[in-house]
């Protein structure tokens, strides 16, 4: 069963940074892609980021991020973690991890498996 732990979530100022954390469990976590999604209130589920499988470890990024975050893994850990530059209000949304074979899809949430609970980001002054 695929489970994932979000964390690092919180209140930031516009042009501030946070990192967060997705601890995972459940599948083979060298061999998935991880991507990173987010969830206003009254939108849709969008993607954020993606990084593929261990061996090619590509990473892909919205068009609104815009250089502004970097995702990365850590097999070790079995933890992928989203670093959030220049935050700003727009960013405010709950982020979710999810996960699908080798490799991303980042404008297909409904390609991925979803499996916890989101962590809140709330860009605000």
């Known amino acids: 069963q695929v489970e994932f732990v979000e964390s690092g979530g919180g209140l930031v100022q516009p042009g501030g940074s946070l990192r967060l954390s997705c601890a995972a469990s459940?599948?083979?976590?060298?061999?998935?892609?991880v991507g990173w999604f987010r969830q206003a209130p009254g939108r849709e589920r969008e993607g954020v980021s993606c990084i593929t499988n261990t061996r090619d470890n590509n990473s892909y990024y919205g068009n609104f991020v815009r250089g502004r975050f970097t995702i990365s893994r850590d097999s070790a850990k079995n933890t992928v973690y989203l670093q959030m530059n220049s935050l700003k209000p727009e960013d405010t949304a709950v982020y979710y991890c999810?996960?699908?074979?080798?490799?991303?899809?980042?404008?297909?949430?409904?390609?991925?498996?979803?499996g916890g609970q989101g962590t809140q980001v709330t860009v605000s002054s």
């Open positions: 459940g599948f083979p976590f060298d061999n998935y892609a």
């Open positions: 999810a996960t699908r074979p080798m490799y991303c899809m980042i404008n297909r949430p409904s390609a991925y498996t979803f």
